[in-house]
């Protein structure tokens, strides 16, 4: 016996396989340039933040003014700090009061200035500058 039905013709299947297949490289390659710029962008993130924090220090550690605020008379802590950035110290000077985001510790009687930095932050110091605490922006004695 002749079977006479006709089987179909592998092309067609061929054809689809090789459209998935290019489909399928295609999704990887953009899958791995996608991954090159994440990774390259990985990459240059640490070297930003190092060049930012370097720049940010320099400008920071340059003194535009400096006046002195009086002696240090009396030193108390925040008890309850709060906010992104809390006020953590309250220092009365013989000119007034100021209130340091970092800690300081000086003895009573201690002669303080001020200093404005070019980064435009102010900051208590000792006259020796041994120690300086950041200011809250609000307070100005002197």
């Known amino acids: 016996m002749h079977d006479d039905t006709q089987t179909p013709s592998p092309i067609p299947w061929r054809a689809a396989e090789h459209a998935q297949h290019t489909a399928l490289q ?8 996608s991954l090159k710029r994440w990774f390259l962008a990985g990459l240059a993130m640490p070297i930003l933040l190092v060049a930012v924090y370097g720049w940010e220090q320099y400008r920071n550690a ?4 400096s006046s002195p605020i009086g ?20 220092l009365k000077t013989s000119t007034g009061f100021v209130a340091l ?16 930095r070019v980064s435009g932050r102010t900051y ?7 120690q ?10 002197g």
């Open 124 to 130: 208590v110091c000792d006259a020796r500058r041994t």
């Open 62 to 65: 340059q003194v535009v003014s």
């Open 26 to 33: 295609m999704r990887l390659a953009a899958n791995t340039r």
């Open 101 to 116: 985001h970092d800690p300081l510790n000086l003895p009573l009687g201690a002669p303080l200035v001020q200093e404005r």
């Open 132 to 141: 300086c605490a950041q200011a809250a922006r609000s307070v100005s004695p």
């Open 71 to 90: 002696t240090l008379q009396d030193l108390r802590p925040v008890q309850k700090p709060a906010g992104f950035k809390p006020v953590v110290l309250v």
